[in-house]
Structures are given as C-alpha cells and as structure tokens.
C-alpha cells in the first residue's frame, strides 16, 4: 500500500532493517539518515529477536495454555489501565475532536487471509493484538480483498478469515479500519505477496483487453479496473461500479453486528494500491524506477472515447483521437520532454489545461460514483467512510510536477490539485487520507526536486479549506524516533500558523511486522503512540512519555516476545 520507493530512503546514510514475513514474504530495506549528532540510531539485528531479555519467552518454556491465561489476564488489566488513564486525560483535556490527540491504528500484513479463506499466522495475530491494545494502540487496518472474498464466481462471497479476524479484534478492544481492496495485490512497494482480482474479473479483462489501463505504447495494466469502464455492463452484466456496491453491501450484511462499535471506518479502495489515481508508476517488471515521472494511462478505447467526445464538446475535436505523445517515458525527469519542461512545455498551454483538467475530472467522477453508493450502504451504520490520495512528492519542487500529473492529480505551480480532491470528498463527509506523513524534505534526493513536507502542508491547507477530516500514514516502515517525532509535527497540522485545535483524526502505521515487537523498537513505538494521543494539550516532555512508556513495555515483555517470535 505503501507509495514512497526503498529506493529513495537508499539516498540516507544509516542502519538498514529488513523488513520481511515468513511465507515468501518480500524484503525491503529500510535506511534511516541521522539528521545530526542529536539522532541515536541503533542497528537491528534481523536474524530472530536476539537482544531481547529475558532471550526466552516464558512461553518457549512452560506450559503454552498457563502462559497464554497469564498473558491475556496481564493484556486485560493494561487494557483496563489505558482506558481509566485515557477517561482522566480525556476529562482534563477538554471536548473530544478538539485538541484531544490523534488515535494510532496499526496496518495488519496484506496476507492476514490465506488463498483458502483462513487467518494465516493465526496465533502471532493473537499475540500481536493483544500487544498493541497494551500499548494503547486504537485499533488494527486490515485489507478486506475482493479477490479472495469474489474469487470464484461474480455475487459468492467468501467471508471466511474475516469473521475471524474482525471477531479477534473486538475480543480485545481494538477497533478495525477495513479498506474495500478492489485492486490486486503485487506490484507495488511494500507488496509482499500476490492477490490477484477475482478470477471471473480476469476473464472479462482477458476477453476485452480495454477493461485495463493502456499506456501510449500499448501497456495494460491488470492491477485495476479502468475507471473508463465504470458505467458500462462489462463485468458479467454488471458495471465495475455495481460490483464494488454488491461487494460492500455484503460487507455491510455480513458485518452489521460490529458496524460502529468495532468497525469504525471503511476505506473505500478506488484505484491501484488502494488509491484514488491511476496506475501510471508501475514498479512491476521494473517498468518504472523512483523518480521517474511516470506516464499518462489514458490510452483504452473506452478512455478514448470519452476523450473524444470532450474535445468535441470544447470545439477542438482534433485534440481527442489521443493522449499526449510528448510526455515522455516512465523514467524520463520532466526537462526531458516537450509537455512537462518548465519552459514552454504542453502541460501550461490551451491543449494542456483541457487535456489535464478532462484527465483529472474523470477521477473525480470516479470517485464520486463509488462514495454515492458507499454513502448510502454504509449510511446511519455509525462508520465512517475514508480515501486513500496518493504522496506524490517527488518532482514537487518543478513547475509542471510531472508525476502528480500522470497520477491524474492536476496540481502544478498555477493550478491546485487538491483541494478539488477535497471538496469531492467533503460532499460526502469522507475523510482524506494522505500518505508520506513521516518523510523529510532533506531526506530525499534533492536532484529530484522531493518536497514531502511543503506537499503535506499544501494537503492541510486544502482539507482545512474543504472543511474536511485529514487522516494519515507514513510510506514506508520506520521504527526510528526522528520519523516519530516528524509524523507527530504532521499530525498537529501546525501549517498556517492558525489551525487552532486541529489535528489530523486518525494515523495509520505501517505495518505489523516482526521488527516492531522487537525490544528498542517496541519502547520507541509504544512512546509514539502515548505521544500522539496527548496531541496539541499535552503537558508532557518526550522523555516522560518515554519513562511512562517503560512501564508498560516491562510488563508486557512476554507477550511481546510470543508476537516477535511467531512472526518470523
């Protein structure tokens, strides 16, 4: 789910930590720059949970079902300590949504359902969930996929691990943020196993290659389902838009029991790794490479088609048989072409305004298809409906910037790109969810012009004009204090100088994964997380909240220990 490339943390100088699942779980590496001698970072061993101590978990060495009865009594009595700790704190702290901390939920492995409907490492699941509740973590975000749930057959729904799943969270505490997948899985950074989409969707797709997004050079790409296509019958007799309706009002049926009291928000996928915006930085098959500017993907006949019949409508009919053609290829950087250069390029002239204002309209329109029919499933349910929006940060600093344009986001030097975003999602009472919160301008190649920070702070702006909720995670796995303390700055959504008691909602941290229990990166995070829930009325330095921490890190150090050692 993630956007930013490995790659681009390869720019930092630190300590690598792999980050990896058992399963054929992928690796990424994660490299994290000191930003001066103030920064302590400490390299990780990655070969089990040596450094840990005690070395053995209680539960390596005594009878399984008395540690666990003793680790679940333990779990229940912090849990009970969090909560009257956070009444207190939330009755000194005012009115809840008004300075009143930003709750930390934790993304579960994308294969926490097995190809056969189970959990898939069902007790290091447990343990995990019970670990995080400890902490005071709010909740768990899992990926509900449409191509395990739909897979055989177009309207059979297999809900199977996920009754599991949503019914282990609610026994303890933890609420779920479940995100309607339908992309496929693979692909994509941070990808580390493949869901493809449901095998009938396949079908259609290999019968009419134009279901797919097209590239100028005939490319398709099978991550997703053209937005082109949205109201037309192609998918067995129903339209993609009316699959994705059934699916969630199964979701709805299947679930309504924990709709509001465990499952809090639907995030609502509408594009390739989950987001609003085109496919148009395909890592698969190395077809791009950070930071490339990636390309438009309007190339399908039913794109076409609308294309054509715009420019009929604008009075140029000759601007609709294609794309643009200049735009160069997915790792050329802007000045390499004609329509992104700053200096005369097509992207500031008449075709260029029609063209990318049609481009982006169509996501839009997307978009406002799919949150009409979620608005009303999921209406008077008590959830709240949320969207992933892409952190396009590199080339931000060019005029043109190029790769948000591909993207389908039409944010350049004279055009704001967002807030239309923003207002499409307020009209829905949505929230925006925005990515790269943890990154550093200085951390990024500079060639590149990378300016995450300067682009949350313009998403700030745009959602606090709209009026609407601003969500967050960060893009790739950091278990370092200097992301920590950057994702907090973000979260306070300190931007003009006047944003009063605002804050962001919600954050999502990535990802659940062995390295997390480990010992220093289990102290760091469990500090994090009491940190972002104090928010803008805390009264506390940083180390208080780290000594405070220690105490909860002490005595859940066994159950700890069970996750670590079950994830690897």
Known sequence: MALSMTHQIGSMAGA?????????????????????TSLKCKAMRTDGVDGLSPPMSPCMTTDARAVRADLSAVCKALATEVEVAEEKEHAEGGKKG??????????????????????NRRKAVNAAMAALKSAGVEGVMMDVWW???????????????????MEMAKKHGLKVQAVMSFHQCGGNVGDSCTI??????????????DLAYTDQWGRRNYEYVSLGCDTLPVLKGRTPVQCYADFMHSFRDTFKHLLGD???????????????????????????????????????????????????????????????????????WPEDTPFFRKEGGGWNSHYGEFFLTWYSQMLLNHGDRILTSAKSIFDN?????????????????????APELTAGYYNTRFHDGYLPIAQMLARH???????????????????????????????????????????????????????????????????????????????????????????????????????????????????????????FVHITQPLVQEAAVLMH
């Not at 349910?381 to 910037?401: D, E, Q």
């Not at 920070?453 to 893009?475: I, R």
Request: include cysteine; proline fraction near 5%.
């Open 429 to 551: 009472g949505a929230i925006f969810n925005f990515t790269c919160i943890e990154m550093r301008d200085h951390e990024q190649p500079q060639d590149a012009l990378c300016a995450p920070e300067k682009l949350v702070k313009q998403v700030a702006l745009a959602t606090q004009k709209a009026q609407v909720a601003l969500a967050g995670e960060n893009a790739l796995p950091r278990f370092d204090d200097y992301a920590h303390e950057q994702i907090i700055r973000a979260s306070q959504l300190d931007v003009d100088g006047d944003s009063g008691d605002r804050e962001m909602c919600a954050f999502t941290y990535l990802r659940m994964n062995p390295h997390l229990f480990e010992a220093d990166n289990w102290r760091k995070f469990v500090a994090f997380v009491k940190k972002m829930k104090e928010g803008k009325r805390a009264n506390k330095c940083w180390e208080e909240v780290e000594r405070e921490a220690e105490h």
């Open 381 to 401: 349910t008590g959830v709240k409906i949320s969207v992933k929006i892409a952190g396009i940060h590199w080339h931000y600093g060019s005029r043109s910037h």
């Open 147 to 165: 191509g395990l749930v739909e897979r055989e057959k177009p309207g059979e729904y297999n809900w199977g691990g996920y009754v599991e799943l």
């Open 196 to 209: 493809p989409l449901p095998k009938w969707v396949v079908e259609e797709i290999n019968n009419d290659q």
């Open 98 to 119: 008004e300075g009143s901390g930003v709750p930390v939920f934790v993304m579960m492995p994308l294969d926490s359902v097995t190809a056969g409907n189970t959990v």
């Open 16 to 36: 690598a930590m792999e980050s990896s699942f058992n399963n054929g779980d992928s690796t990424a590496a994660v490299v994290v720059k000191s930003p001066g």
């Open 262 to 332: 465990t499952i809090v928000e639907i995030q609502v996928g509408m594009g390739p790794a989950g987001e609003l915006r085109y496919p148009s930085y395909p890592e698969q098959n190395g077809t791009w490479k950070f930071p490339g500017i990636g390309a438009f993907q309007c190339f399908d006949k039913y794109m076409l088609g609308s294309l054509k019949a715009a420019a009929e409508a604008e009075g140029k009919p000759e601007w609709g048989s294609t794309g643009p053609t200049d735009a160069g290829h997915y790792n050329n």
